[in-house]
């Protein structure tokens, strides 16, 4: 009997031994399995045999069959893609390693964008071993059970997913390329700075690796394909470059234009150099140098300015000379001083386009020769019962220069006419005599003759002005003026037509009962001269011409009046005639209440409440005088009623009325409430002011404490409902002080 071992075989007779096998491992156990199954398989080849198999599996996927390693067999098209979906789902939430160098990045294979398609995989499973004739397909079943039958899962990738989960990595892996550079050091010498070799990453070579661990559901780590990136400008080619840097900036450069110029330190030219990446040659960065330009370009450039003509300090015409305009171009500019630096030149003149100016400096300087031709000889002036001289010095102010640019003779001359006037006025003003007409004046109730007419005589200044300008030009020496005779328009035979009724067509009345002996006499006085007098019609009535001179002489004495402090303010103080401006006041009411124009009137420097009240009054309608020998603050009045008027003027002790007595002309005036604004309070404190006409220790309160606004009276003149006049009152009152006056005198 022969038994056969695993060494051997025993010859016949010997002693017989029982081997007893190890139990095999799973391993073997399989395959010994599998080939059981074959062996089975081959005996049952049969008809009945294969068909037994192919029918066990039937809506089922053969043994063996697996997809990235997991073992299909056996399942059913749903059981499989429930199976193979869970682990994938797990594989793609799963980082794989991705290196590059030492270093390690994590990306998972849904961030890489793969997505498993289920439904292809289990279909491409299930047909597997179906295909082809029946011993075709037992072979395929034989080799699965034995070596298994991979089948390959069908993975899509998203590109966009895939780039970027790789590029959110690429910062830390990619380094550009630097070039090699100049620099300078810290004594201003041209050095080479050294390129350096970038890194590039290979987008497409990294994601093709990556889908091929991801199609096989591999967790090996994946290697990062990087390429070295050279510098376009190495340390080599600019060696030649550096004499050329060391002359470019080895001195400040000096920009000019005219008699500018401009300095660029070596330090600010040092930045301009850089390296052409293309060539490797030195070049100038030209972006500040235009902004440099630009700036410069605001100071130089300017419009041609013509020659023109003025007066030197010693009276004398003198040329000004002309400036041609002015444009830097801009960009050759740049460009000269780009090259210019590139070359080595330390001095370079900007590109400036220049224009002359239309009129020269020589056309000035003929006309500044006979500009001193008109002037030098002066004018002599005649006229009937005077002569006069317009020198060089009035010809010289009156002066007037035009210009007309693009002729000839661009420069024209001639005289202002105001200035001429002046000169002139000069002499009318010592020879002119005023028209008087007659004046008339109720005196003891009677129409008297107070004034009578007078021719007048004045200089005709209007011919006189025309005849200078013409003179002059003309280069003429001599004028003759005109003297015009004034005729008086009322004379005194006048008086016997003059008829005057007795409607009072106005009225005002003022307070004066509280006041001093001084200011009392004066406001009676003042009173009494302009009491009486008769206005024409269309006659202007003057307070200054009607009361005269406000002196000692005429009655006046001194009360006390508003009068300027010194400090561009004022203050009540002793004053000669205090107190006639209370007569204007009423007479100015009187005017306004009557419907007259106002051709003059000045209100006080603050509110006095009296002249505000009373019967007439109102805040703001006062009225101003001050009448000097050579100056005048006025109150006047035109009668434009067409008749006669008067004025009556009457003081009783208390009051001070003042009357416009006519024909009455049926007029309406219309006054609404004032408007008041711009209120200022007072201040409170006592102000005490030295005064030597008190006796000294006495004291008096000239002023009480007022506050100040600004008011408005408009006025509305209806004649039979249309309206002849409107206008209105405008004053602005400052404060007033408490202010209490100290005796410094003697009387």
């Given amino acids: 009997m022969n038994i056969t071992t695993r060494s051997g075989s025993l010859a016949a007779g010997a002693r017989s031994i029982a081997l007893i096998p190890p139990a095999p491992s799973p391993a073997v156990a399989s395959m010994l399995t599998k080939?059981?199954?074959?062996?089975?398989?081959?005996?049952?080849?049969?008809?009945?045999?294969?068909?037994?198999?192919?029918?066990?599996?039937?809506?089922?996927?053969?043994?063996?069959?697996?997809?990235?390693?997991?073992?299909?067999?056996?399942?059913?098209?749903?059981?499989?893609?429930?199976?193979?979906?869970?682990?994938?789902?797990?594989?793609?939430?799963?980082?794989?390693?991705?290196?590059?160098?030492?270093?390690?990045?994590?990306?998972?294979?849904?961030?890489?964008?793969?997505?498993?398609?289920s439904a292809a995989t289990i279909e491409a499973v299930s047909e597997w071993g179906r295909e082809g004739s029946l011993w075709d397909q037992s072979r395929a079943w034989a080799r699965a059970l034995i070596h298994g039958a991979p089948v390959a899962p069908v993975i899509h990738f998203d590109p966009d997913a895939a780039h970027d989960s790789v590029a959110a990595i690429a910062p830390s892996?990619?380094?550009?390329?630097?070039?090699?550079?100049?620099?300078?050091?810290?004594?201003?010498?041209?050095?080479?700075?050294?390129?350096?070799?970038?890194?590039?990453?290979?987008?497409?070579?990294?994601?093709?690796?990556?889908?091929?661990?991801?199609?096989?559901?591999?967790?090996?780590?994946?290697?990062?394909?990087?390429?070295?990136?050279?510098?376009?400008?190495?340390?080599?080619?600019?060696?030649?470059?550096?004499?050329?840097?060391?002359?470019?900036?080895?001195?400040?450069?000096?920009?000019?234009?005219?008699?500018?110029?401009?300095?660029?330190?070596?330090?600010?030219?040092?930045?301009?150099?850089?390296?052409?990446?293309?060539?490797?040659?030195?070049?100038?960065?030209?972006?500040?140098?235009?902004?440099?330009?630009?700036?410069?370009?605001?100071?130089?450039?300017?419009?041609a300015v013509d020659a023109g003509i003025t007066v030197d300090d010693n009276g004398r015409l003198a040329v000004v000379p002309a400036v041609s305009a002015a444009r830097v171009d801009v960009a050759a500019s740049v460009a000269a001083i780009a090259e210019g630096l590139l070359h080595g030149e330390d001095e370079i003149a900007l590109v400036v386009d220049e224009t002359p100016a239309q009129i020269s400096d020589a056309m000035a300087a003929a006309a500044v020769e006979r500009g001193e031709e008109l002037m030098d000889p002066g004018i002599t002036l005649t006229w009937k019962g005077g002569e006069g001289v317009l020198d060089r010095g009035d010809l010289l102010r009156a002066l007037t220069i035009g210009s007309r640019p693009g002729t000839d003779e661009p420069f024209i001359f001639g005289l202002d006419p105001d200035l001429v006037r002046e000169?002139?006025?000069?002499?009318?003003?010592?020879?002119?005599?005023?028209?008087?007409?007659?004046?008339?004046?109720?005196?003891?109730?009677?129409?008297?003759?107070?004034?009578?007419?007078?021719?007048?005589?004045?200089?005709?200044?209007?011919?006189?002005?025309?005849?200078?300008?013409?003179?002059?030009?003309?280069?003429?020496?001599?004028?003759e003026l005109k003297v015009r005779t004034l005729h008086p328009r009322w004379s005194g035979k006048d008086g016997s037509a003059i008829t005057l009724g007795d409607d009072i067509l106005g009225e005002g009345g003022t307070w004066y009962g509280d006041s001093s002996d001084a200011r009392r006499q004066n406001v009676e006085l003042a009173s009494s001269y302009l009491s009486g007098w008769l206005v024409p019609p269309d006659g202007i009535f003057s307070y200054a011409d009607s009361i005269g001179l406000i002196t000692e002489e005429n009655g006046f004495v001194t009360g006390l009046g508003i009068v300027d402090d010194g400090d561009g303010g004022f203050t009540t103080a002793p004053v000669v005639g205090g107190g006639i401006c209370q007569v204007s006041t009423t007479l100015y009411q009187a005017a306004f209440w009557a419907g007259l124009p106002i051709i003059e009137r000045h209100?006080?420097?603050?509110?006095?409440?009296?002249?505000?009240?009373?019967?007439?009054?109102?805040?703001?309608?006062?009225?101003?005088?001050?009448?000097e020998p050579d100056w005048r603050l006025d109150l006047k009045f035109k009668?434009?009623?067409?008749?006669?008027?008067?004025?009556?003027?009457?003081?009783?002790?208390?009051?001070?009325?003042?009357?416009?007595?006519?024909?009455?002309?049926?007029?309406?005036?219309?006054?609404?409430?004032?408007?008041?604004?711009?209120?200022?309070?007072?201040?409170?404190?006592?102000?005490?002011?030295?005064?030597?006409?008190?006796?000294?220790?006495?004291?008096?309160?000239?002023?009480?404490?007022?506050?100040?606004?600004?008011?408005?009276?408009?006025?509305?003149?209806?004649?039979?409902?249309?309206?002849?006049?409107?206008?209105?009152?405008?004053?602005?009152?400052a404060p007033s002080r408490n202010t209490t006056m100290r005796g410094t005198g003697t009387g």
């Fill in 35 to 117: 080939a059981l199954l074959v062996a089975v398989l081959f005996v049952m080849a049969g008809a009945a045999g294969l068909g037994l198999y192919a029918s066990s599996h039937q809506g089922r996927i053969y043994q063996g069959v697996h997809v990235a390693g997991l073992d299909l067999g056996g399942l059913t098209a749903a059981d499989a893609r429930s199976k193979l979906e869970a682990y994938f789902a797990d594989y793609a939430a799963t980082p794989l390693t991705v290196t590059a160098g030492d270093q390690t990045f994590q990306i998972t294979p849904a961030e890489a964008g793969a997505r498993l398609d």
């Fill in 173 to 303: 892996i990619v380094h550009p390329a630097i070039d090699a550079r100049i620099a300078f050091d810290a004594t201003g010498r041209a050095e080479i700075v050294p390129d350096v070799t970038g890194t590039r990453l290979d987008y497409a070579a990294t994601a093709t690796l990556l889908a091929d661990r991801i199609a096989m559901f591999a967790r090996e780590p994946v290697l990062l394909v990087t390429q070295d990136d050279p510098a376009d400008v190495t340390a080599a080619s600019l060696a030649s470059t550096l004499p050329e840097a060391d002359a470019a900036v080895d001195a400040p450069v000096i920009l000019s234009f005219d008699d500018a110029i401009w300095h660029i330190p070596p330090d600010d030219l040092q930045p301009l150099l850089s390296v052409d990446p293309a060539t490797s040659n030195l070049r100038v960065d030209r972006r500040p140098l235009q902004a440099l330009v630009a700036g410069l370009a605001a100071e130089i450039d300017r419009p």
């Fill in 423 to 479: 000169s002139l006025n000069r002499y009318a003003s010592a020879f002119d005599i005023p028209v008087q007409d007659a004046r008339w004046r109720i005196i003891e109730g009677k129409i008297q003759l107070a004034v009578p007419e007078s021719k007048g005589r004045e200089l005709d200044l209007d011919s006189g002005v025309q005849s200078v300008t013409a003179a002059f030009l003309d280069n003429q020496t001599t004028v």
């Fill in 603 to 627: 209100q006080h420097p603050y509110y006095l409440r009296t002249y505000g009240e009373a019967v007439s009054g109102l805040p703001g309608l006062d009225a101003m005088v001050n009448i």
């Fill in 639 to 733: 009668n434009t009623t067409g008749r006669w008027i008067a004025v009556t003027m009457i003081p009783d002790g208390a009051m001070v009325y003042a009357r416009i007595v006519g024909t009455d002309p049926g007029w309406d005036v219309v006054v609404p409430e004032p408007t008041i604004e711009n209120e200022v309070k007072a201040p409170e404190q006592m102000i005490y002011t030295d005064s030597p006409e008190l006796p000294l220790g006495q004291e008096r309160v000239v002023e009480s404490s007022q506050d100040g606004f600004d008011v408005r009276i408009d006025r509305t003149v209806l004649d039979n409902g249309k309206v002849i006049l409107e206008d209105a009152v405008f004053s602005s009152f």
